[in-house]
């Protein structure tokens, strides 16, 4: 079982690195739905504050990207699909326009997937500890940890409308106002 969870582990490791080059050699994000600019406001309920101040309000607005509504701040933007299938309206990721190894890839997946992705995350990363909390109506689960012992680092999930959404996120805090405007606004497709 051990030897099964570190072949998923690496495999998964695999991806998020061919993820992270993939974000930075893209040279103009894929077409969204635009909707109306809003305001997302951040109420973090984390039992041990860190980061921003959760109170700050956040300004972007709201896309769509296949079977996935989500809150975009401004200065970051969106681009759909996933590494493998650029096509597919079941991933996308949230990139600081700037900076794209500031990111937040969001998937629907099987639960199964989601827990496996999470443990090896966990076991590949020195340090990771357990988190869960809530943004919005949603409770996540996962792992937070610091890549390179300096940077912030996190992967969670939750259910969303009978769907589980798995969240990984680099350079970013899970307990940042930006992280519950985010996780706080995802609205995902029913069947």
Avoid: R
Avoid at 55 to 78: A, S, Y
Avoid at 80 to 102: M, P, V
Avoid at 136 to 161: H, P
Wanted: net charge negative; aromatic share 8%.
């Amino acid at each position: 079982m051990k030897k099964y969870l570190k072949i998923i582990a690496l495999v998964l490791s695999l991806a998020m690195v061919i993820g992270i080059f993939a974000a930075c050699s893209s040279k103009e994000p894929a077409k969204v739905d635009d909707n109306k600019t809003t305001e997302q406001p951040s109420n973090n309920k984390t039992d041990e504050p860190k980061g921003e101040d959760p109170k700050q309000e956040v300004k972007g607005e709201e896309k769509t990207w296949g079977n996935i509504t989500v809150f975009i701040p401004e200065g970051m933007q969106l681009t759909g699909g996933s590494l493998i299938d650029k096509e597919s309206k079941n991933d996308l990721s949230i990139q600081l326009t700037e900076n794209l190894s500031h990111y937040y890839n969001v998937s629907i997946v099987e639960e199964e997937t989601a827990i496996n992705s999470v443990a090896g995350t966990k076991e590949i990363n020195e340090g990771a500890s357990d988190v869960s909390f809530t943004a919005g109506e949603n409770t996540w689960t996962g792992v937070a940890y610091k890549y390179a012992s300096t940077t912030d680092c996190f992967q969670v999930y939750s259910t969303i409308n009978g769907k589980v959404v798995l969240i990984t996120a680099g350079w970013n805090a899970y307990d940042s106002a930006e992280t519950n405007a985010i996780l706080a606004s995802i609205k995902v497709a029913g069947e």
